[in-house]
């Protein structure tokens, strides 16, 4: 077996981990920025500021819902509960905001821009993304209360089709 093959084998095994990585680290981030929005804006003003500058109707309420969205969606990220409908909500929110505060600042903002772009907002809902297909990995709450398929799939690195283990 060439090495190159060798580190394809060996990438194939690891790949169990990819969602389980994924949906951890997005959902550090989700509940970190909730927790910031609960802790150091407050939600109402978060509400009543940001996205009522933004023009979102029922600011003060969206306020709330963005907050506790994150933050609640986030941590069932992290333990990997109801993984695939967190995401997608967690994304729908997500894309919602960028399409509200990054479009017009552009991918990378330009120096004195009042915001970053939008690129650790699309990494975001890339992995967002990746948990709504992959699902929440094996070591979860959903796998734990049989919500999700136990069965992974293998990818053998040779020609012949993969393969169903579980």
Avoid at 40 to 60: I, K, R, S, T, Y
Avoid at 62 to 68: E, I
Wanted: charged share 10%.
């Amino acid at each position: 077996m060439s090495t190159i093959h060798a580190i394809h084998r060996s990438f194939g095994r690891a790949s169990a981990a990819v969602p389980v990585v994924v949906r951890v680290v997005i959902g550090i981030i989700m509940a970190t920025h909730g927790w910031q929005k609960l802790t150091q804006m407050g939600a109402a003003n978060f509400g009543n500021g940001m996205l009522a500058d933004l023009g979102v109707p029922l600011p003060g309420v969206m306020g709330h819902v963005v907050t506790w969205l994150e933050l609640v969606g986030g941590i069932a990220l992290v333990v990997g509960f109801l993984t695939r409908a967190s995401a997608a909500v967690l994304a729908v929110v997500l894309a919602g905001a960028t399409v509200l505060v990054k479009v017009d600042l552009g991918l990378i903002a330009g120096m004195g821009a009042p915001l970053p772009g939008a690129e650790l907002d699309l990494a975001l809902l890339v992995g967002l993304f990746v948990s709504v297909v992959m699902g929440p990995g094996r070591p979860s709450l959903d796998h734990l209360l049989g919500l999700e398929d136990t069965t992974t799939v293998v990818v053998d690195v040779s020609d012949r089709a993969a393969t169903p283990v579980g």
